[in-house]
C-alpha cells in the first residue's frame, strides 16, 4: 500500500475547519489546534497518523475480503457515498438509517426481500395488477429503495463500518458498538473519538474535505486486488 496524504492536501481541502467552539465535544480538545473567529481548527499534524494508521486498516481489511458499510445521511454526501461503494464493491446508507439496521437485520432482510419483490413485480411482463396497484407499489418501492437501495445486496451485517460524522449518525455507532463491528469514523470537534475504533479528526461537513478522505480510502481498497494478485503470483513461483 503506497498512499501519501501530506497537510498541505488536507489543508488545502479544508479538512482543518472544525466546528462553531461553543458546539464541542471536550473530549476533542487533544485533537484542537485553537479557533479563529468563534470557530474551532482541528491539528491535521495529529489527524494525519490517525488517517494513515485508518487507511492501512482498512486495506488489511480489504485484503481479508472484510465488506464495508459506507454510512451517511447529509443530502451533500449522498453521491460520494454511493459511488465510493459501487466502486469498491461495498455497500452504502445515504439517506436514512433505520433503528435496527444492523442489529435488527432478520427484520431488515424481509424488507429487502419485499423490495426484490416490487421489482419483480413492476418489471414483469405479465402481471395481473391493474395500473393503479402497479402504481402504488411503484410508490413503495421508491421509499424502500431510498433507505435500502445501497444494502439490497448485503447478505449479513457488514464487516467494518465507515461512518462520516460519528454525532449525526449516532444510532449507527451504537448499533456497531453493540455488535463489535469496527467503526472507521470521521470524528469533527462536536463527536466523541472514544466511541471509534479509527477516528479521523477532521472537516465532516464539507464536501471537498469528505471526497479527498474517502478517495484515498477508495485507492487503498482497490489496490488490494493488485496485493493478492501479487501475492498469488509468488506462491505460484
Same mark, same amino acid.
Request: with cysteine; aromatic share 6%.
Given at each position: 500500500m503506497e498512499i501519501e496524504i501530506s497537510l498541505e492536501d488536507l489543508l488545502k481541502n479544508g479538512s482543518h475547519f472544525g466546528h462553531n467552539k461553543k458546539r464541542w465535544n471536550p473530549k476533542m480538545e487533544k485533537y484542537?489546534?485553537?479557533?479563529?473567529?468563534?470557530?474551532?481548527?482541528? $491539528?491535521?499534524?495529529?489527524?494525519?497518523?490517525?488517517?494513515?494508521?485508518?487507511?492501512?486498516?482498512?486495506?488489511?481489511?480489504?485484503?481479508?475480503k472484510k465488506k464495508f458499510l459506507f454510512v451517511s445521511t447529509k443530502k451533500?454526501?449522498?453521491?460520494?457515498?454511493?459511488?465510493?461503494?459501487?466502486?469498491?464493491?461495498?455497500?452504502?446508507v445515504n439517506f436514512r438509517w433505520l433503528g435496527g439496521m444492523i442489529t435488527n437485520w432478520n427484520t431488515v432482510k424481509n424488507s429487502i426481500n419485499t423490495l426484490n419483490n416490487y421489482d419483480g413485480i413492476l418489471k414483469s411482463d405479465d402481471t395481473v395488477f391493474t395500473k393503479k396497484e402497479l402504481s402504488d407499489i411503484e410508490k413503495k418501492k421508491i421509499r424502500l429503495d431510498k433507505t435500502l437501495?445501497?444494502?439490497?445486496?448485503?447478505?449479513?451485517?457488514?464487516?467494518?463500518?465507515?461512518?462520516?460524522d460519528t454525532n449525526r449518525e449516532h444510532i449507527a455507532v451504537l448499533e456497531a458498538k453493540k455488535l463489535g463491528?469496527?467503526?472507521?469514523?470521521?470524528? $469533527?470537534?462536536?463527536? $466523541?473519538?472514544?466511541?471509534?475504533?479509527?477516528?479521523?479528526?477532521?472537516? $465532516?461537513?464539507?464536501?471537498?474535505?469528505?471526497q479527498f478522505i474517502l478517495d484515498n480510502f477508495k485507492k487503498v481498497l482497490i489496490s488490494k486486488n493488485d496485493d493478492t494478485s501479487s501475492e498469488d503470483s509468488n506462491k505460484n513461483e
Open positions: 484542537i489546534y485553537g479557533e479563529k473567529n468563534g470557530t474551532h481548527i482541528l $491539528d491535521l499534524r495529529k489527524s494525519l497518523p490517525l488517517i494513515e494508521n485508518a487507511l492501512k486498516f482498512a486495506h488489511e481489511s480489504a485484503k481479508n451533500q454526501h449522498s453521491e460520494i457515498v454511493e459511488t465510493i461503494a459501487k466502486e469498491t464493491n461495498n455497500y452504502y437501495g445501497g444494502i439490497i445486496e448485503m447478505k449479513s451485517t457488514p464487516d467494518v463500518i465507515f461512518i462520516i463491528i469496527p467503526i472507521i469514523g470521521i470524528v $469533527d470537534t462536536n463527536c $466523541d473519538p472514544e466511541l471509534i475504533d479509527y477516528p479521523i479528526p477532521a472537516n $465532516d461537513d464539507g464536501v471537498k474535505s469528505v
